[in-house]
């Protein structure tokens, strides 16, 4: 079966709930998971566009609205027949029929494209992240966390909206949310998700850094480095593998080598915790000292207090670069309250 490498939405009703050209426009709500999805397709390398029926002006201001513009590129907002604007569409990103996916919620819609260009799929989509499922929108190496990933983006949104519904503080809410948290070591099953994670991530991840997995394998097989990660569950469900870390243990003074977090736990404290959890290690191990590198790319930003409000004070600095250091003789900081730490 055909990869698909394009995929063009329609607007009302499909990407969000309601009619712009019509009185409701400003009643209009984007359906949950459409950014999800529109985020984890970018992800896939598949492309985004939009054919609707519309004035462009009125499509755009929602787009700009929903702030979900940045998604597609090149667009068919007007009058005319969608299967000769999807045509248009498929000639612009130079794909084959088979490559397209369209999804409308119209019958109508979809029947009058299949009649002109019946090599394309078009599909009706009740929750936008349920395309994320569909076997020709998987990535050629998916990894089991892949696998898993509509189940974690719904699981996700309705902790969002949980949030979103809690009366008490934020701090309150995530002690309600029974998080627990496993810190272990890397396992066979773990290694592209490793990779995978720390490829893709550009916020909460420490030094921007790209792996091969076959180079990072042989630096753990030779006993280089020590990987750990972390695995995550609350009361909503299980979000996998979420976080890990690179370390160099092989003298008294350890190092942090690299530490990523998964956007998808933003906001719970797993960096810190990790961090936290790995000074521990390090102290029963004997460590004397324990190292860790930040470098600063436009993107992790959030990163940059990691080490300092754990006591670690700056070592070295170096353009971009900044190497913090921390020694075992004072008390470790405390773990935050709302999480149960694992250590397998």
């Known amino acids: 079966m055909p990869q698909i490498k394009l995929v063009v939405w329609d607007l009302d009703n499909t990407l969000w709930n309601g009619t712009v050209y019509y009185t409701d426009k400003d009643s209009i709500e984007l359906k949950p998971g459409t950014k999800e999805a529109l985020k984890e397709l970018t992800k896939r390398d598949i492309k985004n566009t939009i054919c609707s029926k519309n004035y462009y002006e009125d499509a755009e201001k929602m787009l700009d609205k929903f702030e979900i513009k940045k998604y597609f590129g090149s667009a068919e907002v007007n009058w005319g027949l969608k299967s000769d604007n999807i045509r248009k569409l498929i000639n612009k990103y130079n794909v084959k029929e088979d490559e397209v996916c369209f999804v409308d919620d119209d019958p109508f819609q979809r029947a009058e494209v299949l009649s002109q260009l019946p090599g394309i799929k078009a599909i009706e989509l009740g929750d936008p992240l349920d395309i994320l499922a569909l076997d020709f929108m998987k990535p050629e190496n998916e990894t089991e ?64 850094n790209r792996y091969e997995l076959e180079k990072l394998k042989e630096q753990y097989d030779n006993n280089e480095i020590e990987v ?47 961090l936290i959890e790995l000074m521990h290690l390090a102290k029963e191990r004997g460590a004397k000292t324990i190292r860790g590198i930040l470098r600063e790319i436009e993107s992790n930003w959030r990163m940059k207090p990691l080490y300092l409000k754990r006591g670690f004070k700056v070592i070295k600095k170096n353009g971009n670069e900044t190497t913090y250091g921390y020694e075992f003789t004072e008390k470790l900081p405390e773990l935050h309250p709302w999480l149960k730490i694992i250590r397998k």
């Open 145 to 208: 966390e892949d696998k898993e990933r509509v189940k974690i983006l719904k699981e996700q949104r309705n902790r969002e909206e949980a949030e979103k519904n809690h009366k008490g503080d934020y701090k309150e809410f995530l002690k309600n949310c029974n998080i627990k948290m496993v810190v272990r070591k890397v396992e066979e099953k773990d290694w592209e998700r490793v990779v995978q994670l720390f490829n893709r991530t550009n916020e909460l991840n420490t030094t921007g």
């Open 228 to 274: 750990y990660v972390s695995e995550l569950t609350d009361k909503f469900g299980d979000y996998g593998l979420i976080a890990e870390c690179i370390l160099d243990t092989k003298t008294k003074d350890w190092e942090i080598k690299d530490l990523t977090v998964s956007c998808r736990t933003m906001g719970r404290g797993i960096g810190s915790a990790l």
